[in-house]
T-cell receptor, first 115, second 113 residues
Framework: IAGITQAPTSQILAAGRRMTLRCTQD?????MYWYRQDLGLGLRLIHY???????GKGEVPDGYSVSRANTDDFPLTLASAVPSQTSVYFC??????????????FGPGTRLTVL | GESVGLHLPTLSVQEGDNSIINCAYS??????FIWYKQESGKGPQFIID?????DKRQGQRVTVLLNKTVKHLSLQIAATQPGDSAVYFC????????????FGRGTSLIVHP
């Protein structure tokens, strides 16, 4: 693995179903993020994690949950999908380097359609 | 509330011209700014960054200017090429906080050959 990967690439999901989007990075970055991107709205932060074992809510956390059991993985779960969660989801990571913020590295995205 | 925004949602230029993409921010405490490029179907990619102790930073064909007095950030692309066609986002953050950047809506740059 080189960088940050996401799976699946795309998914069509029936409303009410549970879905987990996977994200893995091999850069040993301490911080990870999940964004959704909708046309005209840019990137909106769903959840984040500054370090393994901790998570925090972003701008649009409702309907989503995350966990950070280790440094490399940061899965995003939709407990009961709704059509408004149709979007492109991006995972990102960064090295906060003891307090100094550095740029984020983004994955290729997961295109999710909820019917 | 505090926000980061872009003045122009779409910018069309001819190949070879210079491009300027602008961004306004409202939080005077912001001290780190980043420009990202997003090509169609891909995730955003880092282009260049600048910290608040600088007012200009240059990269390969790109320059970022920071004017803290008017809270304005710009990205200049020299000799724009068709491969520069993408959506460009600015992001701002404040060190010492939770390190969460705020992204602007994005500007679509279209380069005509």
């Amino acid at each position: 693995i080189a960088g940050i990967t996401q799976a699946p690439t795309s998914q069509i999901l029936a409303a009410g179903r549970r879905m987990t989007l996977r994200c893995t990075q091999d850069m040993r970055h301490n911080a990870m993020y999940w964004y959704r991107q909708d046309l005209g709205l840019g990137l909106r932060l769903i959840h984040y994690s500054n370090t393994a074992g901790t998570t925090g809510k972003g701008e649009v956390p409702d309907g989503y949950s995350v966990s950070r059991a280790n440094t490399d993985d940061f899965p995003l779960t939709l407990a009961s999908a709704v059509p408004s969660q149709t979007s492109v989801y991006f995972c990102a990571s960064s090295d906060s380097n003891g307090g100094a913020y550095n740029e984020q590295f983004f994955g290729p995205g997961t295109r999710l359609t909820v019917l | 509330g505090e926000s980061v925004g872009l003045h122009l949602p779409t910018l069309s230029v001819q190949e070879g011209d210079n491009s300027i993409i602008n961004c306004a921010y409202s939080n005077s405490a912001s001290d780190y700014f980043i420009w990202y490029k997003q090509e169609s179907g891909k995730g955003p990619q880092f282009i260049i960054d600048i910290r608040s102790n600088m007012d200009k930073r240059q990269g390969q064909r790109v320059t970022v200017l920071l004017n803290k007095t008017v809270k304005h950030l710009s990205l200049q692309i020299a000799a724009t090429q068709p491969g520069d066609s993408a959506v460009y986002f600015c992001a701002e953050t404040r060190t010492g906080g939770s390190y969460i950047p705020t992204f602007g809506r994005g500007t679509s740059l279209i380069v005509h050959p």
